[in-house]
């Protein structure tokens, strides 16, 4: 996983030992709500991310994959 | 987004009260209905059990009794106007407020309902303090009452979870700016244009989308708190107490790492009593005041979010009052 996106899960406070790479998000304790903290937290690094591609990142995986490639493009 | 900013005397607030219903509907009452967990709805809110007023307690009942108390905790002295902050008054018409003065022994003052949703408040704060600044009124009796329960539907997860029941009552007098209890600038705004985030059409439930409204909550709370503090002439670093509107718990969170402020700052009561609206600030300061987390002198900054949109923030030095006073407001 990106040092990105696992700097912006514990900044929501999600522990990093309990992320699961490859299995779905709320295994890892990313919920719903936690999409939107942290488009929020993305915001605030100048890089707008709408609700649908948040959404279509269904494990840690896609979404450090999004992340990456969004901050790197910003 | 607009403060005033004159001459006139300003706004101080000496009285304080409340209604608190006794019941609490938990989230082991409601999960199985909405298809979840309880451990769901706490992670997702941060709320455990919500206030309900008991059958046929309407939003008078609860005004009255948060009024009556905030008037015997203030200085005693005469009320010229009766603000009362509800997006849940119990007729279309006439508006609660009349009802209300005269049940509480002020027939006659100027008295009408604001309905400016959870920032609803913050509003009624500001008119107050214009009556005040236009010595329209030397004391303002401003009580924000609301059931959004009434109008939620049961089986939606997105609202039934979040939404308790409850009023509050602030006394404000004419005063000196810069006196304990002095309100500093209050920074308003809406725009209506995002308003179908938050509905409750007549007949019908309150649909609430949840994600845009996060966002939105998170952006609009951060931005009038800083200029709301930028306003008072205070560092966000010199709030001693931030009193955002209870809304949900990871929305108060991620507003307190938006403006890198310390988890100790913030004030928090939402998980027995839910999202109160209108009555979620002064119910926290209430709270908080009796069980000592909030003390004379502290700088507090306010914050609030609700349906409009409409959003706003305020500063006070929170004034003395006396511990049977701070008793009497939250029995």
């Known amino acids: 996983m990106s040092r990105d996106l696992e700097e912006l899960l514990v900044e929501l406070k999600l522990d990093p030992r309990e992320l699961r790479f490859g299995a779905p998000l709320e295994d890892s304790g990313v919920d719903s709500l936690a999409l939107v903290e942290l488009s929020v937290l993305l915001g605030e690094r100048g890089v707008r991310v709408s609700q649908e591609e948040l959404a279509a990142a269904t494990t840690l995986e896609a979404l450090d994959r999004m992340v990456a490639d969004r901050l790197s493009g910003r | ?331």
């Not at chain 2, 603000?83 to 049940?103: E, N």
């Not at chain 2, 979040?162 to 007098?173: I, M, N, S, T």
């Open chain 2, 1 to 331: 987004m607009s403060h005033s900013d004159n001459n006139g005397p300003a706004a101080v607030i000496c009285g304080l009260g409340t209604a608190r219903p006794d019941s609490r509907v938990t989230n082991e009452d409601i999960c199985g209905g909405l298809g979840v967990s309880a451990a769901w709805i706490r992670s997702r809110t941060g709320i455990a059990s919500r206030a309900r007023a008991a059958h046929g307690v309407s939003t008078a009942d609860l005004a009255v009794q948060a009024g009556a108390r905030a008037l015997r905790t203030g200085d005693g002295g005469r009320v010229d106007a009766l603000v009362l902050a509800t997006i849940t008054p119990d007729h279309r018409c006439p508006a609660t407020a009349p009802g209300v003065a005269a049940r509480l022994g002020l027939p006659g003052i100027p008295a009408f309902d604001l309905a400016a949703a959870c920032t609803g408040l913050l509003y009624a704060l500001q008119v107050a303090a214009g009556f005040i600044a236009a010595r329209t009124a030397r004391r303002v009796l401003i009580i924000a009452a609301d059931r959004i329960p009434s109008l939620v539907n049961p089986q939606d997860r997105a609202t039934a979870p979040l939404f308790g029941e409850g009023a509050a009552a602030l006394v404000v007098r004419a005063g000196e700016r810069g006196a304990p209890g002095a309100l500093g600038p209050i920074m308003l705004a809406a725009d209506g244009r995002d308003g179908s985030a938050i509905v409750a059409p007549h007949g019908g439930f309150l649909t609430m989308r949840g994600p845009e409204t996060f966002q939105q909550a998170v952006t609009r709370m951060s931005e009038a708190s800083v200029s709301a503090a930028e306003a008072a002439g205070w560092r966000l670093a010199d709030v001693d107490r931030f009193v955002p509107h209870q809304a949900n718990a990871r929305i108060t969170a991620a507003v307190v790492r938006q403006l890198e402020l310390e988890d100790s700052q913030a004030l928090q009561f939402i998980e027995q009593v839910g999202n109160t609206s209108a009555a979620s600030i002064p119910l926290t300061l209430a709270q908080a005041s009796a069980d000592g987390r909030l003390l004379p002198g502290h700088r507090v900054l306010m914050t609030a979010f609700g349906a409009g949109l409409t959003w706003g923030a305020a500063t006070v030095v929170w004034p003395a009052l006396s511990p049977s006073d701070l008793k009497e407001a939250v029995q």
